[in-house]
């Protein structure tokens, strides 16, 4: 079973995708201090599993909230981290968001695929679904583009989209062809910046 965190948005999703195609789901809003575990714990009480039933996480990679990428990713790494405690394997993967919404194009098409950005931007890249239905092919970087005025905001993810970008990190693997390094996908400097230390005082006459 592979548990799905995505926590790059103003949104939480937590999946629960089965072999059998099955996938579960629960998304709303984040807020400060929410828990993508409490969350994964709930989807498996309610189908009676539990961790130990889960053989991969596939995590989020961003773009999109600096905190929020951060929150999913730690998630992931202490639920592999537990495991390893355990003496259990848990393999840990990432997919990019907009590697997520590129399964929404029809075989053999190609487009634009973008999200929000902040700062009056969107983050945009072009992608390519295989005739075939394989797996998105990314056609170029991802780069910022400015929001057009009045643009809604962008719905959460849809749980099959996010389900199909996670099972397709998981067959490529942590190291595999294609595979995504579960690390941030961070296109831009974040906004806060490293405080500077003061100057010393200037100092008096001796």
């Given at each position: 079973?592979?548990?799905?965190?995505?926590?790059?948005?103003?949104?939480?999703?937590?999946?629960?995708?089965?072999?059998?195609?099955?996938?579960?789901?629960?998304?709303?809003?984040?807020?400060?201090?929410?828990?993508?575990?409490?969350?994964?714990?709930?989807?498996?009480?309610?189908?009676?599993?539990?961790?130990?039933?889960?053989?991969?996480?596939?995590?989020?990679?961003?773009?999109?909230?600096?905190?929020?990428?951060?929150?999913?990713?730690?998630?992931?790494?202490?639920?592999?981290?537990?495991?390893?405690?355990?003496?259990?394997?848990?393999?840990?993967?990432?997919?990019?968001?907009?590697?997520a919404r590129a399964w929404q194009l029809e075989p053999g098409t190609s487009a634009e695929v973008s999200c929000d950005a902040q700062r009056r931007e969107r983050y945009r890249q072009q992608w390519m679904r295989p005739a075939?239905?394989?797996?998105?092919?990314?056609?170029?970087?991802?780069?910022?583009?400015?929001?057009?005025?009045?643009?809604?905001?962008?719905?959460?993810?849809?749980?099959?989209?996010?389900?199909?970008?996670?099972?397709?990190?998981?067959?490529?693997?942590?190291?595999?062809?294609?595979?995504?390094?579960?690390?941030?996908?961070?296109?831009?400097?974040?906004?806060?910046?490293?405080?500077?230390?003061?100057?010393?005082?200037?100092?008096?006459?001796?």
């Amino acid at each position: 079973m592979i548990a799905v965190i995505d926590t790059s948005s103003r949104m939480l999703s937590c999946l629960l995708a089965e072999q059998d195609g099955t996938v579960h789901a629960v998304s709303q809003r984040l807020a400060r201090g929410q828990a993508a575990l409490a969350d994964l714990l709930g989807l498996l009480a309610g189908i009676e599993r539990s961790l130990d039933d889960v053989t991969t996480v596939a995590a989020c990679t961003g773009p999109g909230s600096f905190t929020g990428i951060r929150v999913g990713l730690a998630t992931a790494y202490g639920m592999q981290r537990a495991a390893a405690g355990s003496r259990r394997d848990l393999v840990v993967v990432g997919f990019t968001q907009l590697a997520a919404r590129a399964w929404q194009l029809e075989p053999g098409t190609s487009a634009e695929v973008s999200c929000d950005a902040q700062r009056r931007e969107r983050y945009r890249q072009q992608w390519m679904r295989p005739a075939d239905g394989g797996p998105p092919v990314p056609l170029d970087a991802i780069s910022t583009i400015p929001r057009p005025a009045g643009h809604p905001e962008d719905p959460p993810l849809d749980p099959a989209w996010l389900a199909s970008a996670a099972i397709a990190a998981a067959a490529a693997g942590p190291a595999g062809e294609g595979a995504m390094l579960p690390v941030a996908t961070y296109v831009r400097a974040p906004d806060a910046t490293p405080s500077r230390p003061a100057a010393p005082a200037p100092r008096g006459p001796t």
